[in-house]
T-cell receptor, first 113, second 115 residues
Framework: AQSVTQLGSHVSVSEGALVLLRCNYS??????LFWYVQYPNQGLQLLLK??????LVKGINGFEAEFKKSETSFHLTKPSAHMSDAAEYFC???????????FGQGTRLTINP | DTAVSQTPKYLVTQMGNDKSIKCEQN?????MYWYKQDSKKFLKIMFS???????INETVPNRFSPKSPDKAHLNLHINSLELGDSAVYFC??????????????FGEGSWLTVV
């Protein structure tokens, strides 16, 4: 079975500062990993995904994530936060044979002016 | 053009009522899903259909009944609504089952409030 843990339900950074949202996964088989973003009162939008190609994955809006098998992590980063990045971020995992996407509990990102 | 569209977006109804949420995708995908997001933002899969066949049925009360008339549509009917059913329900679709690493595309959500 797969599971995801997102460290920190709420992260607050200043505009222009580094954004780091943490995600650790558990999977008995090689995982597929995803980051989604949810803006208020909207659906989920894919930021990026890892599917066993390059370990450093670049996504939309300047975000990127690095798959580290030894640490079972897939942390999301952005070098410089923008006010428009304020949203809820979800890490998710699936795996061959799993048939479904399992989500972490989400991290709310707040950007301070 | 909205890829995954669901209606209604907002629904307020009384306990005991029966309601339906409709979903359509125009992406040509074979697999569709219903996810539930609770008040703490936690997302959990409820059902998944692949080519109109039910492939995932999580531990969901049998008051919830999905129906897929064709692979572009997946509707959710809820009988005898309870207060605890208040949540956001997301329809989603993917090219194939999530096990292949396919991206899952989500609709805008249906906010259900039971009073």
């Amino acid at each position: 079975a797969q599971s995801v843990t997102q460290l920190g339900s709420h992260v607050s950074v200043s505009e222009g500062a580094l954004v780091l949202l943490r995600c650790n996964y558990s999977s008995s088989v090689p995982p597929y990993l995803f980051w989604y973003v949810q803006y208020p009162n909207q659906g989920l939008q894919l930021l990026l995904k890892y599917t066993s190609a390059a370990t450093l994955v670049k996504g939309i809006n300047g975000f990127e994530a690095e798959f580290k098998k030894s640490e079972t992590s897939f942390h999301l980063t952005k070098p410089s936060a923008h006010m428009s990045d304020a949203a809820e971020y979800f890490c998710a995992v699936s795996a061959q044979g799993a048939q479904k996407l399992v989500f972490g509990q989400g991290t709310r990102l707040t950007i301070n002016p | 053009d909205t890829a995954v569209s669901q209606t209604p977006k907002y629904l307020v109804t009384q306990m005991g009522n029966d309601k339906s949420i409709k979903c359509e995708q125009n992406l040509g995908h074979d697999t569709m899903y219903w996810y539930k997001q609770d008040s703490k933002k936690f997302l959990k899969i409820m059902f998944s259909y692949n080519n109109k066949e039910l492939i995932i049925n999580e531990t969901v009360p049998n008051r919830f009944s999905p129906k897929s008339p064709d692979k572009a549509h997946l509707n959710l009917h809820i009988n005898s609504l309870e207060l605890g059913d208040s949540a956001v329900y997301f329809c989603a679709s993917s090219l194939g089952p999530g096990s292949s690493g396919n991206t899952i595309y989500f609709g805008e959500g249906s906010w259900l409030t039971v009073v």
